[in-house]
């Protein structure tokens, strides 16, 4: 059986250093054709999968001025990019994979939701983290009641002091005005992660946060704009980051010349070499959400950037036990009331496994299930996705307005 055939659309981290990668790794699944404006980008990942000069494309309206050439489309463009390819993947009948967020305002959202019922289109969100061991382990427990009825959970993303000011500070989701609120950008992977859980549907929401400390007033006596310039010895220093001997993420992402002196003149000329204190980022660094669900089940969720570690950590609380668990480690402690606690350590730990926990792979089994017509839909297609974006976005409604917001209201409105 030949291999199912992909068009890649945008070829930069996710693109290429994820997706990319395991599509190689693959060989029931092939990518035919990529669209990305880097130029240096785009050859690079042509030349990984031997895609001939007639299918790389500068932009994806060119891609879809064709007549339909392969059986997916994975779309991996900036957050504000990615409903118009998505609609025109549609369009065109293409099976979709579409990075997350969906949208960046709920507007786009529901017109990108209306095309595809309208056109019964096959779309699925990366809301990786549905496709881990971890949480497919967490689930079952819970369905089987190992612990009694679910009482509450509380989910914590550390999200790491060096990633949060590569990403959210100096990086291309440092700005809602140009990327999305970081609930939204970084953390409707929990809220999804959240409803899956839990199995229902949100019911009130309330939130917390600002912007605390990634600003100029916090910045050391004598600090500088440019790291390069500045000899304060600092945990965010550019230099520290970004100039060892380690190339990977996030260092491969700040230049395509990853040699000494192309990092330096990427940290001399370019944002990633900014002062944390001086940049021009604006989303919170720690948020706090509190919600409670339709089965009464009470979360809370703290997404902060104040961690050494990045991983998820959660506990969940039953009527007949706990359970713990950390991404990282990829373990999960049972403690049933008045029993030993059980430990299940589901394989290797996180750092071997690759992307989001093995989560990035998990996905792209299931989205080539359904190119091959093994499988209707994945665990994440757009109709369970768009809780996860809904309850983002009223999180930033009840932060900035100080309110609790009715969920109902909110899909009210979105389904009208």
Partial sequence: MRPVEVIVIGAGNRGYEAYGKIILKRSDIKAVAVAEPNDVKRERFAKEHNIPPERQFKTWEEVFEREKFADGVIITTMDRMHVKPAIAAIKKGYKILLEKPMGVNLEEIKELYKVAKENKANITIAHVLRYTMFFQKLKELLDKKEIGDLIGINLVENIGFFHFAHSFVRGNWRNSETSAPSILAKSCHDLDILTFLTGEKSQTLSSFGELRYFKKENAPEGAKER???????????????????????????????????????????????????????????HQIVSIKFKNNVYASFIMTAFTNKITRKIYLYGTHGEIYGDLDENKIHIQKFGKGEELINLSLPFKDLVGHAGGDEGIMEEFVKVLKGEKEETLSNIEESIESHLMAFASEEARLNNKVINMDEVREKFYS
């Fill in 227 to 285: 790291c390069l310039d500045c000899n304060i010895d600092c945990p965010y220093d550019a230099k520290r980051i970004y100039l060892g001997d380690y190339t990977g993420w996030p260092v491969s992402v700040i230049s395509e010349d990853l040699s000494l002196e192309g990092r330096l003149k990427a940290l001399r000329e370019g944002p990633y070499g900014r002062c944390v204190y001086y940049s021009d980022n604006n989303v919170v660094d």
